[in-house]
């Protein structure tokens, strides 16, 4: 078994966390933000000073996190746009999905937010892993 290549999961990891950081960026920030200002305000918050900063870090973790996943599974489903397209939704279904469903069952937020957040994240997701997976090469055995 090959070891990971720790510096390729992190450039691809980059790599991913930048699309998600668009795909969140445009979807929330812009698209979405007057609904998530409204949805705040109902629960009688605002969105806190600095949670920019923490949106984007999280979505370098996620671009890593993601990129990770797939390095460790190449070894048993190859390397490839199919094993990162399944990675993806794998981290999707964890990280996006379960989280999504637990806030709606919980009536957190509105029903509509999350539904298109959680579409919007599993194309963000796979997009992201297949981007970062391009990247992502294991070092050669001599």
Same mark, same amino acid.
């Not at 812009?30 to 305000?41: E, F, G, N």
């Not at 920019?52 to 390397?79: C, D, Q």
């Not at 989280?99 to 069952?105: F, G, I, L, R, T």
């Given at each position: ?8 999961v992190i ?11 668009? *795909?969140e960026y445009?979807?929330n ?22 949670s920019?900063?923490? &949106?984007?870090?999280w979505?370098f ?5 993601? #990129? ?8 048993? *489903? ?6 990162a397209?399944?990675?993806?939704f794998?981290?999707w279904? #964890? ?10 069952a919980?009536?957190? *937020? ?5 539904a ?8 963000? #997701? ?7 997976? &391009?990247i992502?090469?294991?070092r050669a055995?001599p």
């Amino acid at each position: 078994m090959r070891k990971i290549n720790w510096g390729r999961v992190i450039v691809g990891g980059i790599v991913a966390g930048i699309i998600i950081n668009i *795909f969140e960026y445009v979807t929330n920030g812009r698209v979405l933000a007057a609904d998530w200002a409204a949805a705040m305000q109902s629960l009688g918050r605002q969105l806190p000073a600095g949670s920019t900063a923490v &949106f984007t870090v999280w979505g370098f973790l996620v671009g890593i996190s993601a #990129i990770w996943l797939y390095a460790a599974a190449r070894t048993r *489903f190859g390397a490839g746009p199919g094993t990162a397209v399944l990675t993806g939704f794998a981290y999707w279904v #964890i990280g996006y999905l379960f989280p999504n469903v637990v806030n709606w069952a919980l009536a957190i *937020f509105p029903s509509r937010l999350l539904a298109i957040t959680t579409i919007v994240g599993l194309v963000e #997701i796979i997009v992201a892993s297949l981007a970062g997976a &391009f990247i992502y090469k294991e070092r050669a055995t001599p």
